[in-house]
């Protein structure tokens, strides 16, 4: 009876000792598949948006996830600009969680400089152009349409293919803070003006706040032109 169980314990013993399967344990990529996935379904409506995750260690062992992979901002993170942290996690009924750096690229057309541009210069729509870059790595406003640039004077030089930036411009107020205002509410297939109050400066293509006169209510728009802003709803 004791030759039986030794020998019943030393084999259980032997079993737990041997090495986990390589399907026992959870694949490094399916790590970070799961945060890129994630940065890209909250930022997927910014443009075209590429995000690619850092190496997860290979030499980790964590078990495999039998009920899902679980995604989330750590506290106090923010979606946006170049960098990211996402939180990986599995519920159970093994738990761990771990968090991945990832890279984000926001890709959307901005209005560059076609050639050489010179200080004092009022641009002309032969002066720039729409191409592709990387928002996320811009720090000051940028524009999205050559209207809202052509016609301003340029404060500095500006080099071929430089994304031209509002501090680039010396830009005209086009709406006074306490001015009496147009709004134009814009959807697919109606158009709508009403009464507002401009609670910002602005210039044309900068984004102000404004106030519905007609229900007090406090909106955000685009300043498109003297005295007018347009809503998007």
Do not use: Y
Not at 3 to 8: Q, T
Not at 39 to 63: H, P
Not at 153 to 166: E, F, K, T, Y
Not at 199 to 207: D, T
């Amino acid at each position: 009876m004791n030759r039986h169980f030794f020998l019943l314990s030393t084999l259980l013993l032997a079993l737990w000792a041997l090495p986990a399967a390589a399907s026992d344990w959870q694949d490094p990529d399916s790590i970070r598949d799961a945060a890129e996935g994630f940065v890209q379904a909250q930022m997927g409506d910014n443009g075209q948006v590429r995000a690619r995750a850092g190496n997860v260690d290979q030499r980790l062992r964590l078990r495999r996830c039998e009920q899902g992979l679980e995604t989330f901002l750590p506290s106090g993170r923010e979606l946006g600009g170049s960098n990211t942290t996402v939180g990986v996690r599995c519920p159970g009924p093994v738990q761990w969680r771990l968090f991945v750096s990832v890279e984000t690229e926001v890709l959307a057309p901005v209005v560059v400089a076609n050639g050489v541009l010179q200080r004092g210069q009022v641009l002309g729509p032969e002066d720039i152009s729409l191409q592709e870059r990387n928002t996320g790595s811009l720090r000051r406003e940028f524009f999205t349409s050559p209207d809202e640039v052509v016609g301003m004077r340029l404060r500095r030089n500006l080099s071929p293919g430089s994304v031209i930036q509002a501090n680039h411009l010396d830009i005209q107020r086009l709406v006074e803070r306490g001015q009496r205002v147009r709004l134009l509410a814009r959807g697919e297939s109606v158009e709508v003006s009403m009464a507002g109050e401009a609670l910002q400066n602005g210039a044309r293509g900068q984004r102000i706040r404004v106030r519905n006169l007609s229900s007090g209510k406090e909106l955000e728009g685009v300043v498109s032109g003297e005295g007018t802003v347009k809503i998007r709803f």
